[in-house]
């Protein structure tokens, strides 16, 4: 039997799609312009500028939509952290991933109604949404408008510091990305996440 | 990585040789003439200036023509602070009223002094000469152009041989040009009959125009590129000058054989690397980078894809 659930509402499917698409513009200018070479250009420098400048921006705003979205919808429930008994419940389910999940044991923690992700996922998205995205946001913007950082910080430019913040968080989310792209696969069929998060519906396992 | 770190240390020597050379000026002591000097700065430094009128007995108060007012303190900063100004100028400047004829009095060039002096020889002012015949200062204008336009012997500083920080070189070199080439000087159109648009306009194509002007001088985009001199003279036609930010933004950043070659030695010693150099005072994007991050950053990355793949690899052979 096939349950669906509903779990993916119109906002969050709208927030997550332009949010997907800046972040991959994000990426793809970042690494151009960080590794900007004269004889191998990936994007020519002034263009890979304006794209970066402009999807940042525009991710930007629309963290504004997950951020509301969450507050007004019973949404934000799904990522309340219990510090009690976190450790074990992340244990486990990496032990699922790792053993579990091929000797055909059943996930620890189904998706259902009231959770609709595991804690190690729960983890991710908390992090990389309300610690790695806000740094980026902050750090973006400093960046743009540079005359508002402090110009020496232990004699090391502040403009530079911001930028190896900006640098390091963004390796962080690279990495969040390959996972969280390869975890989405592990759904029902491969691609039933996928779908979820297009239509709306959850597929839960049989 | 290894070649490169050789290729800087040489660098550093030949500049540290060329710095620790004994300063020419010795900007240290008490100018040697303050008290002459002082008598033709009572009137030559302010806006008004006052005498006694001979003939009426009465004290007069005139304006100062303003190309005739210098600063003192500017003056004893300058490299010629030991002067006397009757050292160029004629004694005869001595009485007051000044002869009139004294008006036609000529001006020295640089090469006048310093040309074809040992002493001078390291600032290649023949070089420098010959330079700046080529530049188009010298090939659109007539001799009217001469070194004075740009560097007024009663202030000039040598910014790059001292221990000026790149902040301070960019901001008075870059005034040299705007004395001129700010649409809203006199001096511009003393020799020219075109009007300038504003300079941010020509220069929109640069995302946020102030923060290039005040990180890197004019000269880093419009002289030759392959300039070997010290400070280039050859100033290019406009539509030569760099338009590539990827000449100054990658990690073989011309600016290293420009602007940032001045970096006083202290700044060296302390830090070694010329990355530090950089990273010391300016922030460029794709040059400024780190190397522990840039590893650290690839080894991550492939041990993630590593992971999937592993994980992928068990999934279907358990399947
Ligand atoms: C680039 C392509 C991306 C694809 C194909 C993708 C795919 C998916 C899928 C299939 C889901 C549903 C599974 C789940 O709930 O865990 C999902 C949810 C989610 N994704 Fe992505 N994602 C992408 C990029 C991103 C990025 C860049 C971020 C954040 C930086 C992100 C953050 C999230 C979050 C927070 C959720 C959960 C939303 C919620 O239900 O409240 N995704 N994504």
Redesign the pocket.
């Known amino acids: 039997m096939t349950e669906k659930l509903y ?2 509402p119109i906002w ?1 499917r709208i927030w ?1 799609a332009i ?2 698409l800046m ?2 513009v994000l990426l793809v200018t970042g690494v151009s312009l960080q590794y900007s070479n004269i004889d191998f250009p990936l994007i020519r420098f002034d263009y890979a500028v304006t794209y970066h400048n402009i999807a940042g921006i525009i991710l930007s705003i629309n963290y504004l939509i997950f951020v509301l979205g969450n507050l007004t919808t019973g ?1 934000a429930r ?1 990522y309340k952290l219990k510090i009690k008994g976190l450790f074990q419940s992340l244990m486990k389910q990496a032990n699922y991933y790792m053993f579990g999940t091929f000797k055909g044991e059943e996930t620890p923690f189904p998706v259902n109604a009231d959770r ?2 595991n804690p190690l ?1 729960k983890v991710a ?1 908390v992090v ?2 309300y610690v790695f ?1 806000p740094i980026m946001i902050i750090t973006g913007l400093a960046l743009l408008f540079p005359e508002t950082i402090v110009e020496n910080v232990f004699n090391l430019s502040g403009i530079y510091l911001t930028a190896l913040l900006h640098g390091i968080v963004s390796i962080m ?1 690279l990495l ?2 390959v996972i ?2 390869y975890f ?1 696969t592990m759904g029902k069929t491969p691609i039933s ?2 779908k ?2 297009v239509n709306g519906y959850h597929e839960a396992h049989d | 990585m290894l070649k490169k770190s050789i290729l800087a240390l040489l660098f550093t020597f030949s500049i540290s040789s060329m710095l620790t050379a004994k300063m020419i000026v010795n900007m240290d002591d008490e100018p040697a003439h303050m008290e002459d000097n002082k008598l033709c700065f009572d009137c030559h430094s302010k806006a008004v200036y006052q005498y006694e009128n001979e003939f009426s007995g009465k004290i007069e108060r005139k304006a100062m023509n303003p190309n005739f007012i210098f600063k003192p303190e500017e003056f004893y900063s300058g490299v010629h602070r030991h002067f006397s100004c009757t050292d160029c100028h004629s004694p005869d400047y001595e009485t007051f009223p000044h002869d009139a004829e004294l008006r036609l009095e000529e001006m020295y060039s640089c090469l006048d002094c310093h040309g074809g002096d040992e002493t001078y020889a390291r600032f290649h002012f023949e070089t420098i000469e010959e330079e700046f015949q080529k530049s188009v200062h010298a090939t659109k204008h007539d001799e009217s152009f001469n070194c004075w336009m740009c560097h007024d012997p009663h202030s000039f500083k040598i910014m790059t041989h001292g221990n000026y920080k790149i902040s301070e070189i960019v901001e008075y070199d870059n005034n040299t040009c705007f004395s001129c080439h700010d649409y809203k000087t006199v001096k511009f159109q003393r020799i020219s009959d075109s009007i300038k648009p504003p300079l941010e306009e020509i220069h929109d194509f640069l995302p946020n125009f102030e923060l290039h002007f005040s990180a890197v001088r004019c000269l880093e985009c419009h002289t030759d590129t392959k300039d070997t001199m010290w400070v280039a003279h050859n100033i290019l036609p406009k539509e030569k000058a760099v338009k590539n930010c990827v000449e100054c933004h990658s990690t073989n950043t011309m600016l290293t054989a420009k602007l940032y070659k001045y970096q006083n030695i202290e700044a060296r010693k302390d830090r070694g690397t010329f990355n530090a150099v950089l990273l010391n005072e300016a922030y460029v994007i794709g040059a400024n980078r780190n190397i522990y991050l840039n590893i650290v950053s690839i080894a991550l990355f492939l041990l993630s894809l590593l992971g999937v793949a592993v994980h992928v690899f068990f999934r279907i052979k358990k399947k």
Do not use: E
């Open positions: 779990l993916y969050l997550h949010n997907a972040f991959l949404n799904f609709k992700f996922q998205y990389t949404m995205i989310l969040f990305l969280h792209l989405s996440n996928f979820s998060i």
